[in-house]
């Protein structure tokens, strides 16, 4: 059975930094990555890395200051996020496939979701 276990989510200012990691165990994926849901929002994705060139993708308004990165024989995933804006408030939660995840629909396994609050 597969199990996402994230952590890092908190309450920051704007221009703050915060680090959330996922922890996956039961399986290992080609693709691992964070996606976003903000209130009345659909769910986005964030960035995606991929198994095993650690290859990563990013949404185009995280790009420059979000940074994912992967510990391969952890089987976790990172997300560094610097320059927080209030815009990036919202659950945030891990997702993994064998399929590629920039498309939602791929995802084939989701974490509890965890809450990034930027207040402005």
């Known amino acids: 059975q597969v199990h996402l276990v994230e952590s890092g989510g908190g309450l920051v200012q704007a221009g703050d930094s915060l680090r959330l990691s996922c922890a996956a165990s039961?399986?290992?994926?080609?693709?691992m990555g964070w996606f976003r849901q903000a209130p009345g929002k659909e769910r986005e994705h964030v960035a995606v890395?991929?198994?095993?060139?650690?290859?990563?993708y990013y949404r185009n308004s995280v790009k420059g200051r979000f940074t994912i990165s992967a510990d391969n024989a952890k089987n976790t995933v990172f997300l560094q996020m610097n320059s927080l804006k209030y815009e990036d408030t919202a659950v945030y939660y891990c997702?993994?496939?064998?399929?590629?995840?920039?498309?939602?629909?791929?995802?084939?396994?989701w974490g509890q979701g965890t809450q990034v609050t930027v207040s402005s």
């Open positions: 997702a993994v496939s064998n399929r590629d995840i920039r498309s939602t629909m791929n995802v084939e396994y």
């Open positions: 890395i991929t198994w095993p060139t650690n290859t990563p």
């Open positions: 039961g399986g290992s994926f080609t693709y």
